[in-house]
């Protein structure tokens, strides 16, 4: 309780600090070590809405696609000990992500320390290696000024995830209201953009002008800035073909004539590398150019093509390849600046119908597998289904196995933004069921679909709980081959087909989310896959369709390590 007129607890001071950045939800769950600052939530949280999970993992994975599909600093909380280790996969996702996650882990009393307290961890020592910044909040009058602190290091520069630890007894402490303020457009993302020096956007675009099949290779960082119009607007003037990493999906509609879809060994194709291959410049953006990108660091080949790079960091560039042109600064800003620069440049080889030929021909292999009546059901006719029934703002969220290749590849992002999420940094399983809570709650006109294999659903099955109690409209897929897929396809490529603790016994989705208050579907029958997911779209309220999958060892999926 607050000990005067002017002075609030610190539990209340947190609640205040959040409000004052613009937090409206906040996802997490309860603990012995946060009842003072559950209690002032309750009591003073206005119009923020705390959203309960069913585990810390799942309210750090709901924070981040709160992150990425509203442009605001997703929160999360959870309690001290097992919460703190629980919530870190979700912190070192985003913070790899780029993504804006304040975690804050309550603690045991700063008295406690050294004393053999239960769930007592060092707490900063954890976080440390693994957020942009963290702190243990020792005294309530550090407090305003650590939350601040925390704000404007996730939102500025190369945005990234925050963690603040919060003793129960500085939870108690008095901190003085008139330090309770703050710059609420940092509760947005990126705030207080850098512009690039012009010597180097001169440099970028005197190599621009002087090439003649230029293309752009589009990470996270084009829709985090919100850059697409301004890439649209340099790759038309350049006739430059644009190429999306994983993360990247959404800085271009993938309809665009000069779209060449996702590359890398996760989604990529013989005929989005040979799109690469054929650059004479190649123009990473918001892209670290790392090994799934580049086929570990083959595609571009090095030495081939002149290389452009614009990064936020400016320590991420010329990591991989050697540069040629070196921008560091916001995305917006230096694709901005690019356009301007090259301003009445006579384009050099139009790409359009050869990019058009090779999208084809990459349809046509597609189309081969998706009209495929067998059974089990082929993962490209769940791909096509989907595509057929969707609108075209719906945001897809996947998990990184089974399901993230296939829509890499083949589902077509139609409008540029925030279509698709998938966890791509550290890619651990278990992450689209809790995500889509975090999606729908951040975009509650949109449908949110969730897809995720068997082994992913094994994982957080119980925030189905969740999703029934708030009413979220999500849809969930689940491709059902009883076996962890992509492991097991790794076996086969790489290990002689020696097969190894891979497969599990097959579980019936559907009747698991019916027990959770799910209204579900079991699909075997290719032919019915369409109009099944049409009527689980349609539904109002919760649905699954558990579809019985093609296993990925046996299947065509666009993962170059496994293609002979």
């Known amino acids: 309780m607050a000990t005067s007129m002017n002075q609030l607890s610190g539990a209340e001071a947190m609640v205040r600090m959040l409000e004052a950045h613009g937090v409206r939800y906040v996802?997490?769950?309860?603990?012995?070590?946060?009842?003072?600052?559950?209690?002032?939530?309750?009591?003073?949280?206005?119009?923020?809405?705390?959203?309960?999970?069913?585990?810390?993992?799942?309210?750090a994975y709901m924070a981040d696609?709160?992150?990425?599909?509203?442009?605001?600093?997703?929160?999360?909380?959870?309690?001290?000990?097992?919460?703190?280790?629980?919530?870190?996969?979700?912190?070192?996702?985003?913070?790899?992500?780029?993504?804006?996650?304040?975690?804050?882990?309550?603690?045991?009393?700063?008295?406690?320390?050294?004393?053999?307290?239960?769930?007592?961890?060092?707490?900063?020592?954890?976080?440390?290696?693994?957020?942009?910044?963290?702190?243990?909040?020792?005294?309530?009058?550090?407090?305003?000024?650590?939350?601040?602190?925390?704000?404007?290091q996730m939102t500025t520069g190369r945005p990234g995830a925050a963690h603040l630890s919060f003793p129960f007894d500085v939870q108690k402490e008095p901190v003085d209201e008139a330090e309770i303020w703050a710059d609420?457009?940092?509760?947005?993302?990126?705030?207080?953009?850098?512009?690039?020096?012009?010597?180097?956007?001169?440099?970028?675009a005197a190599l621009l002008r002087a090439a003649r099949n230029p293309v752009f290779i589009c990470g996270g960082?084009?829709?985090?800035?919100?850059?697409?119009?301004?890439?649209?607007?340099?790759?038309?003037?350049?006739?430059?073909?644009?190429?999306?990493?994983?993360?990247?999906?959404?800085?271009?509609?993938?309809?665009?004539?000069?779209?060449?879809?996702?590359?890398?060994?996760?989604?990529?194709?013989?005929?989005?590398?040979?799109?690469?291959?054929?650059?004479?410049?190649?123009?990473?953006?918001?892209?670290?150019?790392?090994?799934?990108?580049?086929?570990?660091?083959?595609?571009?080949?090095?030495?081939?093509?002149?290389?452009?790079?614009?990064?936020?960091?400016?320590?991420?560039?010329?990591?991989?390849?050697?540069?040629?042109?070196?921008?560091?600064?916001?995305?917006?800003?230096?694709?901005?600046?690019?356009?301007?620069?090259?301003?009445?440049?006579?384009i050099g080889i139009d790409p359009r119908a050869k990019l058009a030929s090779l999208k084809a021909a990459k349809r046509a292999k597609f189309e081969a597998l998706a009209n495929s009546t067998d059974a089990p059901i082929k993962p490209e006719r769940l791909i096509a289904a989907l595509?057929?029934?969707?609108?075209?703002?719906?945001?897809?969220?996947?998990?990184?196995?089974?399901?993230?290749?296939?829509?890499?590849?083949?589902?077509?992002?139609?409008?540029?933004?925030?279509?698709?999420?998938?966890?791509?940094?550290h890619g651990a399983l278990g992450y689209s069921m809790s995500a889509a809570v975090g999606a729908q709650v951040g975009r509650p006109d949109k449908k949110v679909v969730a897809v995720m294999g068997?082994?992913?659903?094994?994982?957080?099955?119980?925030?189905?709980?969740?999703?029934?109690?708030?009413?979220?409209?999500i849809t969930f897929v689940v491709v059902s081959n009883a076996v962890f897929g992509w492991i097991k396809a790794g076996q086969k490529s790489g290990f002689g087909e020696r097969y190894f603790s891979v497969d599990f016994d097959r579980t019936d989705h559907a009747r698991v989310a019916e027990a959770f208050g799910v209204k579900a579907w079991k699909v075997e029958d290719p032919v019915e896959l369409q109009a099944t997911l049409k009527r689980a779209i349609e539904t109002a309220g919760p649905t699954l369709v558990d579809v019985i999958s093609q296993p990925l060892h046996e299947a065509r999926a666009p993962v170059s390590e496994w293609v002979a």
Not at 256 to 262: D, M, N, T, W
Not at 390 to 400: F, R
């Open 27 to 59: 996802f997490g769950l309860c603990g012995d070590t946060s009842l003072p600052f559950y209690d002032a939530f309750q009591r003073i949280g206005g119009r923020m809405r705390h959203i309960l999970a069913r585990d810390e993992r799942s309210a």
């Open 65 to 152: 696609a709160y992150a990425r599909v509203t442009g605001k600093v997703g929160v999360c909380e959870g309690p001290s000990g097992g919460g703190a280790t629980y919530i870190l996969p979700g912190v070192v996702e985003a913070n790899e992500s780029s993504i804006p996650v304040l975690a804050i882990t309550t603690d045991v009393a700063t008295t406690s320390r050294g004393r053999f307290a239960l769930t007592e961890l060092d707490q900063e020592g954890l976080f440390r290696p693994l957020a942009k910044f963290t702190r243990v909040i020792d005294r309530g009058a550090k407090l305003p000024r650590y939350v601040r602190a925390a704000f404007t």
């Open 184 to 204: 609420a457009a940092l509760g947005t993302f990126p705030a207080r953009r850098l512009a690039p020096d012009p010597a180097a956007i001169a440099e970028a």
């Open 221 to 346: 960082g084009v829709v985090i800035a919100g850059a697409e119009a301004e890439l649209q607007a340099l790759a038309e003037a350049l006739s430059a073909a644009v190429a999306t990493t994983v993360s990247g999906q959404g800085s271009i509609a993938e309809t665009h004539p000069l779209a060449v879809g996702v590359v890398g060994s996760n989604g990529g194709t013989v005929e989005t590398r040979e799109a690469i291959e054929a650059a004479d410049l190649v123009m990473f953006i918001g892209c670290r150019a790392g090994s799934v990108t580049t086929e570990r660091w083959r595609h571009p080949t090095p030495g081939k093509a002149k290389i452009v790079h614009i990064d936020i960091d400016p320590a991420t560039i010329g990591v991989n390849y050697r540069t040629d042109a070196a921008v560091a600064g916001d995305a917006r800003l230096a694709l901005s600046a690019l356009v301007h620069a090259i301003a009445g440049h006579r």
């Open 387 to 425: 595509q057929s029934v969707l609108p075209d703002d719906a945001v897809i969220v996947a998990d990184p196995g089974t399901p993230c290749p296939y829509f890499s590849a083949h589902y077509e992002v139609r409008r540029p933004g925030r279509h698709f999420i998938t966890n791509r940094a």
């Open 454 to 473: 068997d082994g992913s659903f094994g994982f957080t099955a119980g925030e189905m709980e969740t999703v029934v109690r708030l009413k979220l409209p």
